[in-house]
């Protein structure tokens, strides 16, 4: 009887575990999905906020995540903010830290690099892939698996090249 409860305990747990993990994945978002709320705090920040950096170290294999931090730089005064937005709801701001400069302007979102960086071999962590996307010439997605970066056109999404680090 005690092995049969001990067993009937266990079950349970690693059925509430595995609910509460498709929960909290079925909430993560693509960067996209969390840019308007990113924007609207950097611009009661900055009012010329201009977007520059986006980054996640925790991207899903669907190109979703639970957090985004959303770099922004003042064209006039060149002060930097990172926003922070939570998928489940939470912001933050804090001091900008990107060597970026550049707007990166419109950009293929998340889930669609993702898909791309798939087809081009990447294997994505299960514990989260990194993912970012800045501009220097242009403006470029990278999603890094070990030492390999995937690179991608961030305005369409369509793969560039894979570079070892």
């Known amino acids: 009887m005690k092995n049969l409860t001990t067993a009937a305990v266990a079950l349970t747990l690693l059925f509430m575990t595995l609910l509460m993990t498709s929960v909290v994945h079925a909430a993560d978002k693509p960067a996209r999905a969390l840019l308007a709320r990113a924007t609207s705090e950097a611009?009661?920040?900055?009012?010329?906020?201009?977007?520059?950096?986006?980054?996640?170290?925790?991207?899903?294999?669907?190109?979703?995540?639970?957090?985004?931090?959303?770099?922004?730089?003042?064209?006039?005064t060149k002060k930097q903010i990172a926003i922070m937005v939570q998928a489940a709801g939470g912001v933050s701001s804090h001091d900008g830290f990107s060597t970026y400069h550049h707007p990166v302007g419109a950009f293929a979102d998340s889930n669609?690099?993702?898909?791309?960086?798939?087809?081009?071999?990447?294997?994505?962590?299960?514990?989260?892939?990194?993912?970012?996307?800045?501009?220097?010439t242009n403006a470029e997605w990278t999603?890094?698996?070990?030492?390999l970066f995937y690179k991608f056109d961030a305005a369409n999404g369509k793969f560039l090249r894979k570079e070892q680090l």
């Open 143 to 147: 999603v890094q698996e070990g030492d």
């Open 43 to 76: 611009q009661k920040l900055q009012k010329d906020a201009a977007l520059i950096y986006v980054s996640t170290d925790s991207a899903n294999p669907d190109g979703t995540a639970p957090i985004w931090v959303y770099v922004f730089e003042s064209p006039k």
């Open 112 to 136: 669609k690099i993702m898909t791309e960086a798939k087809k081009n071999g990447l294997k994505p962590n299960k514990y989260g892939t990194k993912m970012n996307l800045g501009k220097n």
